[in-house]
């Protein structure tokens, strides 16, 4: 009899625990799962919670283990339903290997036991996708199946505002087409596979309640603003239809108590333990929700930190504590990021000591207005100096909202070629991104993206990731030149107002003859040039006239 009551005590126990906190069901969605695309799984659950977005209140994951047996963990977030209830949350996942996958769920509720699902598993069938992109050298990304990237594109930092601060451009940069759509579409026609873009309170504002200076949301009291969350899952998607990479610069977020954080300025950001707690939810709910798209190329978090470091100019935030939070957050972030997404942050013009040698830190990046000329040496120089890749995220001939850009439009004009190129012919892996996007796109300069990718295309193809700067002369020239496999790639730009008649010396240590041509940048048309001449150690071009401010590509291919 007291075995038969034991018995019972411990099954009514036993139906107690499962009733309050218990995985219920979990559905695979994804009826065949595809490598490097998208299979998503519902999870029904019912248990307790006060903020079913914090991972200190409750938090589900997704364990995996890959057809070649690599352990993985995915952070899953919450969809729906009510605390106490069943609801509904989500796992999100991009297979990396074709083959069996093997996968449960497990609920941690702090002061409980974990509850953990049972095992399943999914077959991934092979995909001619390229995967996610990762370091590769300074001059390339490489994607999963080992396919080699260089990003060429511009910032989209925001959608159209409602009213822009340049008064001289207000017509364009209001005009409601400038939305993702529109810009994305294209920026991809036109051969970018590249871009920049901004969470801030006025674009894919996640975490605040009301966006400002914009239409597209609808304010909302929820810990997450569910119109950001549509906005973001639309963009992830349209990206994904357009095979093009985002950059995209996370930010403080809405940080401060004004906005619903913790942090009473930005210098308690950095140091405060909730606002970091709260920052770490963010990440999680970003990877979880959007992490497992290939076209997040990298997750940035600042735009120019230094600029915030000196927001107060009198009273500058200790560089040390910026530094130890990014080294903080980078290492959180590979963490629960199972896809190994990159991982960078900006300044403008400001170094922090430290922060370009951070371990998780994957490329470096700084910002160039009104020194276009330098680009190439900056990017050398960090390189150098720092062992790592080097990025130019933004670039223009003006940085200046409030300056009339009609008074110098062809140099903007100018300018924007002269980022494209000096960077196609650098050591980065992603080129120079121009800003002003809406001003250009309204220019027709979105164009100008075939010609570099065409030239980019070629590089990559003929040195299958091998990049030698040479030497080159061309008098009053600006010259660039790159080998890459049999093929040796030269940048001129005749810089003067006059004609300029210029013989070009290329170094060259291996006895190898070479069949010339010429490629207008603007026309995209290929030209044959006369034989080169050959003398020790040098490839000549003699004769070749360039108009005032044009410029061209010269492409010598050995046989």
Not at 147 to 174: C, H, M, P, T, Y
Not at 309 to 323: L, R, Y
Not at 356 to 364: Q, T, V
Not at 431 to 438: D, N
Request: charged share 25%.
């Amino acid at each position: 009899m007291n075995m038969k009551k034991s018995f019972l005590v411990l099954l009514i126990t036993l139906f107690v625990q499962l009733l309050s906190a218990q995985i219920k069901h979990v559905s695979l969605l994804t009826a065949k799962p595809v490598q490097y695309e998208k299979v998503e799984c519902d999870i029904r659950l019912v248990e307790t919670w006060k903020n079913p977005y914090l991972q200190e209140d409750i938090a589900l994951d997704m364990f995996i283990t890959s057809p070649s047996g690599k352990a993985l963990t995915l952070p899953c977030y919450f969809e729906s339903g009510e605390s106490g209830k069943e609801s509904v949350w989500k796992a999100r996942f991009s297979p990396q290997e074709n083959g069996k996958y093997k996968y449960y769920f497990k609920l941690n509720k702090p002061g409980k036991p974990s509850t953990t699902s049972g095992t399943f598993s999914f077959k991934s069938v092979a995909s001619d996708k390229n995967g996610f992109l990762h370091p590769g050298s300074y001059w390339v990304l490489k994607y999963d199946n080992g396919k080699l990237f260089r990003g060429i594109g511009e910032n989209i930092g925001w959608e159209s505002k409602i009213n822009d601060a340049n008064k001289f451009i207000k017509d364009v940069d209001e005009n409601p087409k400038y939305n993702y759509e529109y810009m994305l579409r294209s920026l991809a026609v036109n051969g970018g596979n590249f871009f920049r873009t901004w969470m801030t309170n006025g674009n894919l504002p996640l975490d605040w309640k009301k966006a400002s200076n914009s239409n597209r949301y609808t304010p909302s009291d929820e810990y997450y603003n569910p119109s950001a969350i549509k906005k973001i899952d639309r963009l992830v998607t349209l990206c994904d239809s357009l095979d093009i990479h985002m950059m995209l610069t996370l930010g403080m977020g809405a940080y401060s108590k004004r906005d619903g954080g913790f942090a009473e300025s930005a210098a308690d950001f950095f140091v405060n333990p909730e606002s970091k707690i709260r920052y770490k939810n963010r990440l999680r709910y970003i990877i979880s929700r959007w992490g497992y798209s290939p076209s997040i190329g990298a997750w940035e978090f600042f735009n120019e930190v230094d600029n915030v470091q000196f927001s107060n100019k009198e009273n500058p935030i200790n560089p040390d504590t910026i530094v130890k939070w990014h080294n903080e957050m980078s290492t959180y972030v590979k963490q629960i990021d199972p896809f190994g997404h990159l991982v960078t942050t900006s300044i403008s013009h400001r170094d922090l000591k430290g922060l370009n040698s951070l371990n998780n830190i994957d490329f470096n990046q700084k910002h160039i207005y009104r020194n276009t000329a330098a680009i190439p040496s900056t990017i050398i120089k960090y390189e150098n100096d720092f062992k790592k890749a080097y990025v130019i995220g933004e670039f223009a001939y003006e940085w200046d909202w409030a300056k009339d850009f009609k008074d110098f439009a062809d140099n903007m004009d100018g300018d924007f070629k002269r980022g494209l190129w000096y960077g196609l012919f650098s050591s980065t892996p992603i080129l120079p991104m121009s800003w002003w996007w809406e001003y250009f796109e309204d220019r027709g300069m979105n164009q100008y993206f075939k010609g570099v990718r065409e030239i980019s295309d070629q590089m990559l193809t003929a040195g299958n990731g091998s990049f030698e700067n040479i030497s080159v002369k061309a008098d009053s020239l600006v010259a660039f030149s790159v080998k890459c496999g049999n093929k040796i790639f030269v940048y001129l730009y005749n810089k003067t107002k006059s004609c300029v008649k210029s013989d070009i010396s290329i170094n060259e240590i291996k006895n190898t003859q070479y069949k010339v041509q010429s490629f207008s940048t603007m026309k995209r048309e290929y030209k044959d040039l006369d034989k080169p001449t050959y003398s020790l150690l040098e490839i000549g071009i003699n004769g070749l006239s360039l108009n005032p401010e044009d410029e061209i590509v010269l492409i010598l291919t050995s046989y």
